[in-house]
């Protein structure tokens, strides 16, 4: 899992059929420990209805397509869980 704040939103009329329906953000992935921004942003599937600008915890890989209860479905990322604080204990 990641930490990643929702930077917005992609549409596209023309995709695969299993994504019909599934609404896709752009989010940026970003280190907790400093809240710096980490590599490039990702398109991720949104099951949970996050909106932009607010941090979502982000799953990857066949987490990410359990995630949407289909194995098959093209994803590489989705949004499970909308973050309300975050701290870090040192």
Not at 8 to 27: C, F, H, P, Q, Y
Not at 47 to 53: H, K
Not at 63 to 85: E, L
């Amino acid at each position: 899992m990641r930490v990643a704040k929702v930077i917005g939103n992609i549409w596209a009329t023309r995709k695969d059929e299993k994504l019909a329906g599934l609404k896709l953000l752009l989010v940026q992935p970003i280190d907790v420990r400093n809240g710096e921004t980490e590599s490039t942003p990702i398109v991720a599937a949104d099951i949970i209805g996050a909106g932009v600008g607010e941090t979502v915890i982000v799953v990857g890989g066949s987490s990410a397509r359990s995630a949407v209860d289909d194995m098959k479905i093209p994803v590489d990322a989705t949004v499970v869980g909308i973050v309300d604080d975050l701290e870090i204990v040192k």
